[in-house]
């Protein structure tokens, strides 16, 4: 794959929960589109975010943001508005993706096995538990396990929930319950439409939260995971599926939870991520460098794609236009 010379908007920042990772991202994808002769503007995305893309008039924006704004929508949304060619998913995709019950009514219907379980008031927690325990109560909307807690019966939260315990119910009004799945923490790049490897994570501190996500040294990488041959086919084949329905562009990330006591029975997508990370410690890097591809090799083939797509995009209109 060859790209012609191009000016990249590398979108990155922003105020989520994510802001420190995507600015990591960010940069890594900077530096390795200057090492390809790509001229870079860097954004750290703020509230003239609008007017800051209208005056660099790029080629293409690299879209690096992690959470909300610019991972459920609305910074898509934007970029449509303003006739931008941008990378990953669009607005639709992205606002379904992000939510994870949302997700849930895509993929489920479709035969991709998740987990149950209902959106809860967190002032419900005060008063009784939603599910039998554990359970896990994460945010509906956030990613990179941001506010997630495992609820046992040796956890000190209190029974039921204390209201001074620190927890997500302090942060967000509604939270998603799940059944917890014991096992083991898998998950699968797509890239394209490819499905690459599965990695299995293994967490010194027992639960692969956001701390062991982006700390080196809290996490042990295991690409690929030594796991039975089906298990590893079966989270390609879910990631791909999952990928295709949702409408992913660019790249995605599906995560799993494995029983690897009940067989492929005991697998479970947790939710697919949209605009995974792009730091040094990242999953889809790793991937990809395993299967051959450097990473700067990765970051022109996610904008390859996305100028494609905006072609294609355009071809269709002017067909439209001309009947």
Same mark, same amino acid.
């Given at each position: 794959?060859?790209?012609?010379?191009?000016?990249?908007?590398?979108?990155?920042?922003?105020?989520?929960?994510?802001?420190?990772?995507?600015?990591?991202?960010?940069?890594?994808?900077?530096?390795?589109?200057?090492?390809?002769?790509?001229?870079?503007?860097?954004?750290?995305?703020?509230? &003239?975010? +609008? =007017?800051?893309?209208? %005056?660099?008039? $790029?080629?293409?924006? #690299?879209?690096?943001?992690?959470?909300?704004?610019?991972?459920?929508?609305?910074?898509?949304?934007?970029?449509?508005?303003?006739?931008?060619?941008?990378?990953?998913?669009?607005?639709?995709?992205?606002?379904?993706?992000?939510?994870?019950?949302?997700?849930?009514?895509?993929?489920?219907?479709?035969?991709?096995?998740?987990?149950?379980?209902?959106?809860?008031?967190?002032?419900?927690?005060?008063?009784?538990?939603?599910?039998?325990?554990?359970?896990?109560?994460?945010?509906?909307?956030?990613?990179?396990?941001?506010?997630?807690?495992?609820?046992?019966?040796?956890?000190?939260?209190?029974?039921?929930?204390?209201?001074?315990?620190?927890?997500?119910?302090?942060?967000?009004?509604?939270?998603?319950?799940?059944?917890?799945?014991?096992?083991?923490?898998?998950?699968?790049?797509?890239?394209? &439409?490819? +499905? =690459?490897?599965?990695? %299995?994570?293994? $967490?010194?501190?027992? #639960?692969?939260?956001?701390?062991?996500?982006?700390?080196?040294?809290?996490?042990?990488?295991?690409?690929?995971?030594?796991?039975?041959?089906?298990?590893?086919?079966?989270?390609?084949?879910?990631?791909?599926?999952?990928?295709?329905?949702?409408?992913?562009?660019?790249?995605?990330?599906?995560?799993?939870?494995?029983?690897?006591?009940?067989?492929?029975?005991?697998?479970?997508?947790?939710?697919?991520?949209?605009?995974?990370?792009?730091?040094?410690?990242?999953?889809?890097?790793?991937?990809?460098?395993?299967?051959?591809?450097?990473?700067?090799?990765?970051?022109?083939?996610?904008?390859?794609?996305?100028?494609?797509?905006?072609?294609?995009?355009?071809?269709?209109?002017?067909?439209?236009?001309?009947?």
């Amino acid at each position: 794959m060859s790209l012609p010379k191009l000016h990249v908007a590398v979108l990155m920042g922003g105020w989520s929960h994510e802001r420190s990772v995507s600015l990591m991202s960010g940069e890594g994808v900077a530096r390795a589109l200057e090492s390809k002769g790509h001229k870079v503007t860097r954004i750290d995305m703020d509230r &003239d975010v +609008a =007017l800051r893309l209208s %005056e660099a008039r $790029p080629d293409v924006v #690299f879209n690096a943001l992690h959470g909300a704004p610019g991972e459920d929508g609305t910074v898509q949304g934007m970029m449509d508005l303003m006739g931008l060619t941008y990378t990953h998913s669009g607005l639709a995709t992205s606002v379904i993706a992000i939510d994870k019950e949302l997700t849930k009514q895509a993929l489920v219907p479709h035969g991709v096995p998740m987990p149950g379980g209902r959106i809860v008031a967190s002032k419900e927690l005060y008063e009784r538990d939603p599910l039998p325990r554990p359970y896990v109560l994460k945010p509906v909307n956030e990613g990179s396990s941001v506010g997630v807690a495992i609820v046992t019966d040796e956890s000190n939260y209190g029974n039921p929930i204390r209201r001074d315990a620190k927890g997500p119910w302090q942060e967000f009004d509604n939270l998603l319950a799940e059944p917890y799945i014991r096992g083991r923490e898998l998950t699968t790049a797509v890239i394209g &439409d490819r +499905a =690459l490897l599965v990695t %299995e994570l293994k $967490p010194k501190s027992g #639960f692969y939260d956001f701390d062991s996500k982006y700390t080196d040294g809290l996490t042990e990488h295991v690409c690929p995971a030594e796991i039975p041959d089906e298990i590893a086919q079966a989270c390609k084949d879910l990631a791909l599926r999952a990928h295709r329905l949702l409408g992913c562009k660019g790249t995605s990330r599906s995560d799993f939870r494995w029983d690897d006591t009940q067989g492929v029975e005991g697998l479970f997508l947790l939710e697919t991520n949209t605009q995974p990370g792009m730091t040094p410690l990242s999953l889809v890097p790793e991937q990809a460098r395993a299967c051959g591809m450097e990473y700067a090799d990765l970051v022109e083939a996610i904008i390859a794609e996305a100028l494609e797509d905006a072609r294609a995009k355009q071809a269709a209109g002017a067909v439209k236009g001309a009947e």
